[in-house]
């Protein structure tokens, strides 16, 4: 198997978010996906082969964090269209059957690559008994982010919070299905981001998660909702950091950033 590392979300090596890329003739067992995905150890392992001609989509794509497989991913999808596009494997848009639906990413001529996913549905909910404790700051709002994502989106006070946070993850992962995403207002948009957010997926074996791709779909319409503008750029602020342009579209959400391959190896085993 070919195997390589491919950074998102970032123009440069060694930040955004990194994701193992394996484009397959077949997807084996779920056993051995599984057994790769943790040999990786990143936050996401993507799976990709390709499909008939004439169908909806274009290739299969399933994704897997060290201990599970995830319903959706915007990281690692990014990371597979690079490697589609940059290797020649596929030309131009490529549309992927996902458990999410069919996904799909468009390169354009300065690099980057722009995904269609669907919005998240935001439901608000009472703040959970324990959140603010396990969190180590008191939300100003809380909402569910619906099936495909399966976390709390937790509105804090302003950035520096954000930032600052050192929540107890054993005891956040006891308020959601994957993880909580924490988010405030930028202080300074002339920095070039809109809002800020850190996501914490201790249930899927990701204490903090650089960059999330899928977080951004929910991310997206409550700060345009907030900001009044479809289009917003949002910074994760985790060690490695990055940028995610996000326009709502109604039920859609286009999620846009760069992408770095940094390592392009075999898998042996």
Not at 119 to 139: I, K
Request: charged residues 20%; proline residues 7%; contains cysteine.
């Amino acid at each position: 198997m070919r195997i390589r590392i491919v950074d998102a979300f970032t123009d440069r090596p060694f930040a955004g978010n990194p994701a193992g890329v394996l484009l397959l003739d077949a997807f084996p067992d779920d056993d051995r996906l599984q057994r790769v995905a943790l040999e990786v150890n990143h936050s996401e392992t993507a799976f990709a082969h390709r499909l008939p001609a004439g169908g909806e989509a274009d290739w299969a794509l399933r994704w897997f964090t060290p201990a599970t497989e995830v319903a959706m991913c915007g990281h690692a999808t990014l990371a597979t269209a690079h490697v589609l596009h940059t290797t020649g494997a596929h030309e131009g848009p490529v549309r992927f059957a996902t458990r999410s639906g069919v996904l799909a990413a468009t390169p354009h001529e300065d690099g980057s690559i722009t995904l269609d996913f669907p919005t998240a549905p935001l439901t608000p909910v009472e703040t959970p008994a324990g959140v603010a404790a396990a969190l180590g700051a008191e939300p100003l709002t809380v909402l569910d982010t619906g099936p495909n994502i399966g976390d709390l989106l937790v509105e804090v006070a302003d950035e520096s919070t954000v930032r600052g946070l050192t929540p107890d993850l054993k005891a956040l992962a006891a308020h959601s299905e994957r993880g909580v995403i924490a988010t405030a207002r930028a202080e300074d948009p002339a920095r070039g981001y809109d809002y800020v957010s850190r996501c914490f997926f201790p249930n899927v074996g990701i204490d903090e998660d650089p960059v999330t791709g899928s977080a951004h779909t929910a991310l997206a319409p409550f700060w345009s909702e907030r900001l009044g503008r479809p289009g917003l750029t949002g910074l994760q602020a985790s060690s490695r950091s990055g940028l995610v342009r996000t326009e709502v579209r109604g039920e859609r959400t286009l999620l846009s950033g760069h992408a770095v391959t940094v390592v392009d190896g075999e898998l042996l085993a």
